[in-house]
């Protein structure tokens, strides 16, 4: 018989394997990317941000290695929204009752944004202003 959860292997059976794993990875991925898109204003807002910041990536006189910084960076504010994103929802899934545990994991979401767009700041100060 087999068991439904991990207690034989430690891991949940997925089912899939190989290609249609990898396939089904990035289907996955593009519903949680939509989602983010259609549902969260702070992603949008920081999509359009970084799609400006990344273009003009493109356009500056920096080296090879300033240019991948800059973009990386993009990237990692993008990266963390989303897991702020879904830390929220998780929360939300929970309980929508308030409770100081679930504004302290909201919280520091927020401030692992806040630090992520501080980097960008940084990062892009100290490659332009030199």
Not at 13 to 22: E, F
Not at 75 to 81: W, Y
Not at 83 to 107: C, M, Q, T, Y
């Amino acid at each position: 018989m087999q068991s439904s959860g991990p207690s034989e292997t430690g891991k949940y059976s997925h089912g899939k394997t190989g290609i249609s794993r990898i396939f089904s990875t990035l289907i996955y991925s593009r519903d949680g990317f939509l989602t983010a898109v259609h549902g969260e204003a702070a992603f949008r807002q920081l999509l359009v941000l970084h799609s400006v910041l990344m273009v003009t990536a493109f356009v500056v006189n920096v080296s090879g290695v300033e240019r991948a910084l800059l973009l990386a960076v993009c990237f990692i504010s993008l990266l963390v929204e989303l897991l702020n994103s879904a830390i929220e929802a998780v929360v939300d899934r929970i309980s929508l009752e308030r409770h100081p545990l679930s504004k302290n994991a909201k919280d520091m979401g927020s401030a692992a944004q806040t630090t992520a767009l501080l980097m960008v700041a940084v990062v892009w100060g100290a490659i332009l202003l030199g």
